[in-house]
Structure formats: C-alpha cells, structure tokens
C-alpha cells in the first residue's frame, strides 16, 4: 500500500522535509513520555536525556525537525493541501512514518479523525467568530494521545480579526496542537507578517507535466496519451488535469474558453465572449454547488422542526427565519467564491493559449501547452508578432488580478476582451 506522500507529486524535497519532523513529532511524544514536560506549551522541549543530564542526539534532531506552525505555499495546483492534509496523517501515523496502512493514517486521510480539523473556506473569507471557536476546539487534549491538528486551506482568507484570533493561539500553542496552514501563492505574503514569522514555510513548486501524467495513471487509471495530454493542458495543476481526464463537460468548457480568440472579430464580439465567459463560468459554479445548498436547507428545515405537526411547530418555522437567512447568505458567500474560481479557471486556459503563441512567436524550443489548439496559436503568433501576443497574454494576466483585488467579475473580462481585440 502506499504512503500518505504518494500522491503529493513532484515535490521530493518537501516530502523528505515532512517526513523528518513526523519522524521528529513522534521521538517528541516519546520523550515526552519519558520525561513530562513542566509546563503547558512545552512538549517540543521534552527531550530525554543523558546520564550527565543533557539531551539526548536523537531528540535534538527531533526538535529541529519538528515545530507547531507550518505554512504551506505555492501556485494553484501544486498540492498544497495534499501536502498539509498527508504531514497530518503522518503525525498522527502509529509508526510516526506515515505509512498509510495503520487507523491513524486511514481516518486523517478519509476525513474522519477525531483530531484532526480540516477548515475549508467556502466563501469569501474565514471570519473570526469560525476561527475563535477552531481554537478554542484545538485547544483540546487530543482524543487518540497523540496531536490535535488544525489545516487551514487558503489562510489568505482569514480576515484581519480571525487572523488576529489565529495568531493568538499560534503564539501560546495548546502543548500538542499543530497549525497547518496553507497559501495559494509561490510567496506567502498574503498571510501577515506576525504569523508568517511564527511558522515553517514549506515551498512547493509546480509539478512537471511527466509527474502530473504518471500520477494519473497511476491513481485514476487514465491512459497515458490521456494523461500526458490533460498534463499538459492544466499545466501543472494535478487537480485540473484529474478532472479534463475524466469529465467530458470540463473538456467542453475548455475548449468553449480557447474558441475565444477566433470569436474577436470586433467590439460587439468582444461584450458577447466577455457575457459567454461570465455566464459558463456561472453555469459551472451554480451545477456546483445546488445540490449542497439544497442539502443543507433541508437538514436545517429538518433540524427546526418542518413538516411537524405537533404543537407549536407553525411558531418555530416562523421562529426560524433568521437561521434560515443566515443560511442563504452563506451559500451566497458560497456561489461567489465557486463562479470566481471556474472564471480562473478560464482565464488560466486563455492565458495558455496566448503563452503558446507568444513562444511560437520567439520561435522558443519549448512545448506547448495546449496541442490541440497549437495551429491557431502559431496563425495568431504570425499575425500579432511576439509584442503583440504579450500584450494579450498581459492583458489576461491582468483581469485575473483585477478580480482577485475584487473588481466586478464582468467589468473586468469585458476590459480583457477589448484589449485582446485591439491587441
């Protein structure tokens, strides 16, 4: 069977990194059993020791190994939370390896352990009152002895008094609690300062498409001209291309995002691809996300007393208005989020094709990214120049940091199309 790292691909120094402080975290748990520690906040400091009283070597390496906060960074698809989500197997593995077979491993990876928190954002940001009561929970003996572990994907999202609550608890740790952070970026800038200087940061870079397609094979069992070519199409993003390998419809709005350059044939053109892009993206996102939202209305409507015909029951639905709006307006947070990340998504594909003219353009011995639609990359690096296809490669790099700096999702795609027109 595999370990919990098998699936985190191409990043061999991050692996060996993680599995020298779960190798660290576990000889901490034995010396601290062998020596208590003193005080709360300590067990990274209780190390056995020798006869003449100093610490022994094996638990010095363990203490440089090992540490409460981490922070894991990198570009969109790298494997940020599969590296987070595996080091918390890892910590709590039996055997302090990760090994994948034993329960500590099996319920951290199936999202089952009771000691282990995973916060995945599904709106806009993580808000305060959600992190305070995070901590507060973290801060709990861990059930099964070993560590009670917190993974935060995209901890940019915390707002600035949930980052402040987070800190808090980062600065005094619970003495087994372990905070696992992870940032969508090759620079963890968008997590603050004060937190960002209490924690590892562990890099990871973007896979290479031959580590992408093997782990398709792999794992998924797509054929590998299959594989090698959902690879390269995502470019690096091991998420992305699982899904181009196995879902038709992804397929469909990928190639409904690179027919874009041929449909710019003038303004009007232009406000129409920059509508066809939004609503897709739209479309996506609301598939997404309906069956959850309609989940989770009726579990609440269940919950409040709906369908009852006890007495009182009328009262409590009409009670229960406030839960129920509190409920819509997170499943809004909810659709925001999902329409602007399949509108990236978009805007990634765009932005490849343009890469892919621009090096035909330079005539640069590299690959490109989208095979399929390399003749009208090469037609459009003959007609634009290498100048001209960097503007429009700019201009799609451009739209996506307008929206991630929040401006309207339509504002901004209907200024790209007109800047890919005009060139």
Not at 328 to 355: I, M, N, P
Request: charged residues 25%.
């Amino acid at each position: 069977m595999s370990d919990v790292f098998a699936d985190l691909v191409g990043q061999d120094e991050a692996v060996d990194t993680l599995r020298r402080a779960a190798a660290g975290a576990s000889a901490v748990l034995h010396a601290a059993a062998v020596a208590p520690p003193t005080a709360a906040g300590d067990e990274f400091d209780a190390f056995a020791e020798e006869p003449d009283g100093s610490p022994t070597a094996a638990a010095v390496d363990a203490g440089a190994a090992m540490t409460h906060a981490w922070i894991f960074t990198g570009p969109p698809g790298s494997g940020r939370s599969v590296a987070a989500r595996a080091f918390a197997a890892a910590l709590q593995c039996a055997y302090g390896t990760g090994c994948g077979a034993c329960p500590g491993c099996h319920t951290t990876m199936t999202g089952t352990h009771a000691d282990v928190r995973m916060v995945v954002p599904e709106g806009l940001s993580i808000g305060v009152n959600e992190m305070r009561a995070l901590v507060l929970r973290a801060a709990s003996t861990p059930s099964g002895g070993r560590w009670q572990v917190v993974v935060i994907e995209d901890a940019d999202r915390l707002t600035e008094a949930a980052g402040n609550a987070l800190l808090k608890a980062i600065e005094e740790p619970p003495p087994r609690t372990v905070f696992l952070l992870c940032a969508p970026s090759t620079h963890p800038d968008d997590i603050s300062v004060t937190i960002r200087s209490r924690c590892r940061v562990v890099p990871l870079g973007q896979p290479a498409p031959e580590a992408v397609a093997e782990v398709l094979v792999r794992r998924d069992g797509v054929t590998p001209d299959v594989a090698r070519w959902a690879a390269a199409a995502a470019q690096g993003h091991v998420g992305r291309a699982r899904r181009l390998a196995r879902d038709p419809e992804a397929r469909k709005r990928r190639e409904a995002v690179l027919a874009v350059p041929r449909r710019l044939t003038g303004v009007g053109a232009a406000f129409d691809a920059a509508s066809a892009l939004i609503e897709a993206a739209e479309a996506e996102a609301d598939a997404s996300v309906a069956e959850a939202d309609a989940a989770e209305r009726a579990a609440l409507e269940t919950a409040l007393g709906a369908g009852g015909t006890g007495r009182g029951a009328a009262g409590a639905i009409r009670g229960a208005a406030g839960q129920l709006k509190d409920l819509e307006k997170r499943q809004k947070s909810r659709a925001t989020r999902a329409q602007r990340d399949a509108l990236d998504r978009a805007l990634v594909d765009l932005a490849g094709f343009y890469r892919d003219a621009l090096t035909m353009a330079l005539r640069a011995p590299v690959a490109p990214v989208h095979t399929d639609t390399a003749a009208l990359a090469e037609a459009g690096a003959a007609k634009w120049d290498a100048e001209g296809a960097l503007r429009r490669l700019e201009a799609v790099l451009e739209c996506r940091t307008a929206i991630e700096a929040n401006v309207k999702p339509r504002i901004a795609v209907e200024a790209m199309m007109l800047s890919l027109w005009k060139g």
